[in-house]
């Protein structure tokens, strides 16, 4: 752990509470962190417009690593370093999978995320969250777009997909067919009611890499933080890694350490461990 240059952390569950706060104390954590020559970046499943408020209020190193993996975006002005496109004609067909298996479908794209109901009459989970946005802080909010087709869905975001991400009330279950389909891609979500997929290869752990890779430092000096089935790859991947306390069963299996809930403090005890461990 004394030789750790770079930490990431995943956001939602590890860094920041109920999608909106940050304990004070992981805030100071990463301060004193990156004034000990220590770099400290954000690894998210969220696409850029969502995570660049809290990124920047946390007061991470440039690079992020957003869509789970998909994309490396300097956050200072939102340029995308870096990204990875998953064919458009794949695309569609995922929709249309989705669609049939009664799922409600979004994709993730640098600026906009389209979204096809299940249900085109009643409110999707993005609906939802829409609502939430209201009372959420200005950065907090994603340009969505609610689609009536998976062609009006194409033409809004298909050219440019980073992650596929299908959410269910229900357990998704796929056909013989489809499941060899989809192997061909790297799938992983929170639950088995919501699943992302990328393109092969493309998870947090290879973000990470990728990121790690830019700063010139080596996997054996990178730290990961997380608490869910999409850090697992990452948690281990890195020379190093921790968990917040409410984590799932599946990621504490993978991480070298546990540390307290994340609504207290969880984060920076992590980065401080790093800091005590060079003295």
Known sequence: ?????????????????DKERICPENIEAVAAAREAGILVCACTARL?????????????????????????????D??????????????????????????NVGLYTHGL????????????????YRKRWSTWRRELCTPAARCENVDQMMIMG?????????????????????????????TTGVSDRVIFFLNPGVDKADG?????????????????????????????????S????????????AADI???DNDKGGAAEAIYRVLEAKK
Do not use: C
Not at 55 to 62: D, L, P
Not at 208 to 234: F, K, S
């Open 158 to 186: 298909g050219f440019e997909t980073e992650l596929v991400e299908m959410m269910s009330d229900k357990p998704l279950q796929w056909t013989e067919e489809e499941q060899a389909y989809l192997s061909r891609f790297s």
């Open 78 to 103: 939102g340029t995308v370093i870096e990204r990875s496109l998953i064919p458009e004609e794949d695309v569609e067909r995922m929709i249309r999978m989705g669609m049939a298996h009664e799922a």
């Open 208 to 240: 990470v890499r990728r990121l790690a890779a830019r700063y010139g430092i080596p996997r054996e000096q990178v730290m990961t933080i997380g608490d869910n089935a999409n850090d697992v790859a990452m948690l281990e991947w890195a020379g190093f």
């Open 258 to 260: 546990v540390v307290a």
């Open 1 to 17: 752990m004394k030789n750790v240059r770079l930490i990431v952390t995943d956001m939602d569950g590890s860094f920041v509470i």
């Open 113 to 128: 995320l389209p979204y096809l109901p299940a249900d085109m009459q009643g409110p999707s989970p993005y609906d939802n």
């Open 48 to 76: 850029w417009p969502m995570a660049r408020g809290q990124v920047r209020e946390a007061g991470f190193n440039e690079l992020t690593v957003v869509s789970n993996g998909g994309a490396i975006v300097d956050n200072r």
């Open 242 to 253: 921790a968990v917040v306390g409410n984590a799932t069963r599946e990621a504490k299996a």
